[in-house]
Antibody
Framework: QVQLVQSGAEVKKPGASVKVSCKAS????????LHWVRQAPGQGLECMGI????????NYAQKFQGRLTMTRDTSTSTVYMELSSLRSEDTAVYYC?????????????WGQGTLVTVSS | DIVMTQSPDSLAVSLGERATINCKSS????????????LAWYQQKPGQPPKLLLY???TRESGVPDRFSGSGSGTDFTLTISSLQAEDVAVYYC?????????FGQGTKVEIK
C-alpha cells in the first residue's frame, strides 16, 4: 500500500533553516507528483508547492518563493522540503502528500506530518 | 489565486441528522475539455492528516461510506453527510485542484449537537 513516512519533529531558532524528508513506498515514485502542505496550530491547510519526482521540476507558491526548496532522491524514493529564514509564523505541521493520477490530481495519500517549531 | 470560501465555519448536528457544508470558489474549477470539476473534499480528525473523501466534486474515494456525497459545478459546491455518525466529527475542507497554487477552504468544523 502507498506510504509516505516523514522525518521527526524539529525545533529551530528564528533565521535558521529546516529540512524535512518524506520517504515514499508502495508505488512507482517517479510516476506521481508530491505536494507539501502546512498547517499552523489551530489553522487551516496551506499549499506550499509541488515537485515532480521524475524530472525534479518544482512549482512553489508565490508566498514561499526565495525561501523554499524542494528536492528529491530517486535512489531512495525520498523528497525533501527545505524552508529557510524561519520565523515564528512558520511554526506548523508540514505534510507531504501524493497527487493521484486518476482522481483529478487530488491528494490521495498523506504523510503523518512533521511538527516544526520556530522559537528563540 | 483561487479563493475557496466555506460556510458555515462550524455546525452542530444531531446524530442521524443531515449535515451540509458549502464551498464557493472565486472562479470556476470546471475544466471544459472533460466537463469535470477539479474540486475535492477532505476530512481531518484531530492529530491526523487530512483524508480524501470525494474528488471531481462528487466521486467518492474508495472505502468512503455512501452517507458522504458531493454536488455542484463551476463555482458552487456542497458536501452532504446524510446521517451523521459519531465518527464523522471532524473538520472538513474543500480543495481546488484546477490550477496552481492549489488552495483550500478555511475548513468547517462538524460537531454533535
Amino acid at each position: 500500500q502507498v506510504q509516505l513516512v516523514q522525518s521527526g519533529a524539529e525545533v529551530k531558532k528564528p533565521g535558521a533553516s529546516v529540512k524535512v524528508s518524506c520517504k515514499a513506498s508502495g508505488y512507482t515514485f517517479t510516476n506521481y507528483n508530491l505536494h507539501w502542505v502546512r498547517q499552523a496550530p489551530g489553522q487551516g491547510l496551506e499549499c506550499m508547492g509541488i515537485i515532480n519526482p521524475s524530472g525534479g521540476t518544482t512549482n512553489y507558491a508565490q508566498k514561499f518563493q526565495g525561501r523554499l526548496t524542494m528536492t528529491r532522491d530517486t535512489s531512495t524514493s525520498t523528497v525533501y522540503m527545505e524552508l529557510s529564514s524561519l520565523r515564528s509564523e512558520d511554526t506548523a505541521v508540514y505534510y507531504c502528500a501524493r497527487e493521484g493520477g486518476e482522481n483529478g490530481g487530488t491528494l490521495d495519500s498523506w504523510g503523518q506530518g512533521t511538527l516544526v517549531t520556530v522559537s528563540s | 489565486d483561487i479563493v475557496m470560501t466555506q460556510s458555515p465555519d462550524s455546525l452542530a448536528v444531531s446524530l442521524g441528522e443531515r449535515a451540509t457544508i458549502n464551498c464557493k470558489s472565486s472562479q470556476s474549477v470546471l475544466y471544459s475539455s472533460n466537463n469535470k470539476n477539479y474540486l475535492a473534499w477532505y476530512q481531518q480528525k484531530p492529530g491526523q492528516p487530512p483524508k480524501l473523501l470525494l474528488y471531481w466534486a462528487s466521486t467518492r474515494e474508495s472505502g468512503v461510506p455512501d452517507r458522504f456525497s458531493g454536488s455542484g459545478s463551476g463555482t458552487d459546491f456542497t458536501l452532504t453527510i446524510s446521517s451523521l455518525q459519531a465518527e464523522d466529527v471532524a473538520v472538513y475542507y474543500c480543495h481546488q485542484c484546477y490550477t496552481t497554487p492549489r488552495t483550500f477552504g478555511q475548513g468547517t468544523k462538524v460537531e454533535i449537537k
